[in-house]
């Protein structure tokens, strides 16, 4: 992993820990919860780098079984996710993936809103330090994979975890 896309996802999962850590017992957020997970993603050519690097040193029988997993994910859901509802690539999930469940402020008919999952925050408001912007998440993420050589182009998840 590149230094800059380390400290990158290093400040998220900071960020997410802080969240937590403040306003857990109003989230539930946690192994196998897999909400977020409902879509499919395309990273960053940095991220794809990265998580190319870290599957290159899985044995082979892992790497089979998430090929195996790849070929059977439905297509309306992350590719990664197994059929517990775990991903399969956790500790090197790409950048979005980090921040879900957190409240994010996003434009929404131009207007700024903030959004998290549909189980979190139903009985608190989160401090204002604990809402991530999504302009600014994305922006970062941009430049450190520009900072890497890349354009910005996004490159489908399932490409990368099952190339053929």
């Known amino acids: 992993m590149s230094n800059r896309l380390g400290e990158l996802t290093a400040k998220v999962d900071a960020f997410f820990t802080r969240v937590e ?4 017992d109003d989230m539930q957020c946690s ?3 897999s909400d977020c997970c409902h879509v499919r993603l ?4 940095i991220e ?3 998580i190319r690097t870290a599957l290159a040193a899985w044995p082979e029988a892992r790497r089979a079984a998430l090929t195996a997993n790849v070929a059977a994910a439905p297509p309306d859901r992350c590719a990664a996710l197994d ?6 690539i956790y500790d090197v999930r ?3 993936c980090r921040s879900h469940g957190a409240p994010i402020r996003m434009r929404q008919d131009s207007l700024p809103v903030v959004q998290s999952c549909h189980r979190n925050f139903t009985r608190t408001t989160p401090d204002a330090d604990c809402i991530l912007d999504q302009e600014t998440l994305s922006a970062l993420t941009l430049a450190v994979d520009r900072a890497a050589g890349g354009d ?3 490159v489908d998840l399932v490409s990368v975890l099952a190339p053929e």
């Open 31 to 33: 192994t196998g919860c």
């Open 48 to 50: 794809a780098a990265a």
């Open 83 to 88: 059929p517990s509802g775990r991903c399969l």
């Open 94 to 96: 790409p950048v979005v």
């Open 152 to 154: 910005g182009a996004r």
């Open 42 to 45: 395309t990273v960053t050519s």
């Open 21 to 24: 850590q403040r306003h857990g």
